[in-house]
């Protein structure tokens, strides 16, 4: 087991436009983005949810021929690596844990969350699925130029937040749209010596016979019931061979006054269950009225664990 602390570095590269712009302005927990560029003008709005994350309300592509523009402007943009950064993380974590470089999203992951929205993407496979296809092909080739960006970059891990779950992405079209893609950057990725993760933090047991062919070497975030359609020892037994993963004590439990017994006896679970393939933690973020001393705790029985790494 490994012991320590992790941070996802967003800041790694920036993000040029030619003869395109983004903008974005938030006001009264509402924000807007706004692309323009010579095919036209998207917008996106998003409210600030309860947990202080973004909900969209409103995508970018609201027809089918918004793509165009979305295409123009993705065609516009440019990455750069910002390597100080990345090296003054890396540096500041030394021996104390990992820093990842935070890929986000693969291109149907990108339609799904940030682009179109899920309804809409249903729709626009079935009303023009080669349209659809073309996209997905020419926004690959531009997320691999940041993938070998992530290639070149000081730092070992590089984790694709994909954010996955089979209620939005279901097992056949991960299967068929997701999992090419990933294999495709694990392979360059690897090569460059990197460990290659993605965040998976809902609910995702369908999806459980195609983890092997995915590529990835570590799974992040992995959340079991009662937060999501799992038991810890379902997706012990799921996990290949060469992978491993982040598996965590539901956050949830941590706001129920729940004896410190039950929350050390789930750690267990896990700890048992994997046998040296989950590094232990909190899945997958504490709420405001977590109790952090059981997390200590947590954290101790973690320590204490009989063959963990050091």
Not at 5 to 33: C, H, L, N, P, Q
Not at 34 to 57: H, N
Not at 244 to 261: I, K, R, S
Request: aromatic fraction near 10%; proline fraction near 5%; hydrophobic fraction near 40%.
């Amino acid at each position: 087991m490994l012991r320590g602390r992790r941070r996802d570095i967003y800041d790694w590269f920036e993000e040029v436009y030619d003869g395109a712009e983004k903008r974005s302005r938030e006001e009264g927990g509402r924000r807007v983005t706004r692309i323009r560029c010579p095919a036209g003008e998207l917008e996106k709005v998003e409210l600030l949810a309860a947990d202080g994350s973004w909900a969209p309300t409103v995508h970018f592509v609201k027809e089918l021929r918004d793509l165009e523009v979305m295409r123009d402007f993705v065609a516009r943009t440019r990455y750069v690596l910002r390597a100080d950064p990345v090296e003054a993380v890396v540096e500041a974590i030394g021996e104390q844990g990992v820093a990842d470089l935070a890929v986000m999203r693969s291109p149907f992951g990108k339609l799904v969350h940030e682009y179109m929205g899920f309804e809409q993407v249903v729709y626009a496979l079935h009303d023009d699925r080669e349209a659809v296809l073309e996209f997905l092909a020419f926004q690959e080739q531009k997320d691999l130029e940041l993938i070998e960006l992530a290639a070149q970059a000081p730092a070992r891990v590089v984790i694709l937040s994909d954010h996955a779950d089979e209620n939005l992405i279901s097992p056949g079209l991960y299967r068929e749209f997701c999992i090419p893609y990933y294999q495709k950057i694990c392979d360059r990725l690897h090569r460059a010596g990197k460990v290659v993760s993605t965040h998976l933090d809902g609910n995702f047991r369908g999806y459980f016979p195609l983890l092997g062919r995915t590529g990835f070497d570590l799974l992040d975030g992995c959340t079991p019931a009662p937060m999501m359609n799992y038991e810890v020892e379902e997706l012990a037994a799921a996990l290949p061979r060469h992978m491993a993963c982040y598996c965590g004590v539901p956050a949830t439990l941590f706001c129920q006054n729940l004896p410190d017994e039950e929350i050390l006896s789930f750690g267990r679970r896990i700890l048992e269950a994997f046998a040296g393939r989950a590094i232990l933690n909190v899945g997958d973020i504490l709420p405001a009225n977590g109790e952090i001393e059981q997390v200590v705790r947590l954290g101790k029985l973690a320590a204490e664990w009989p063959g963990r790494e050091a």
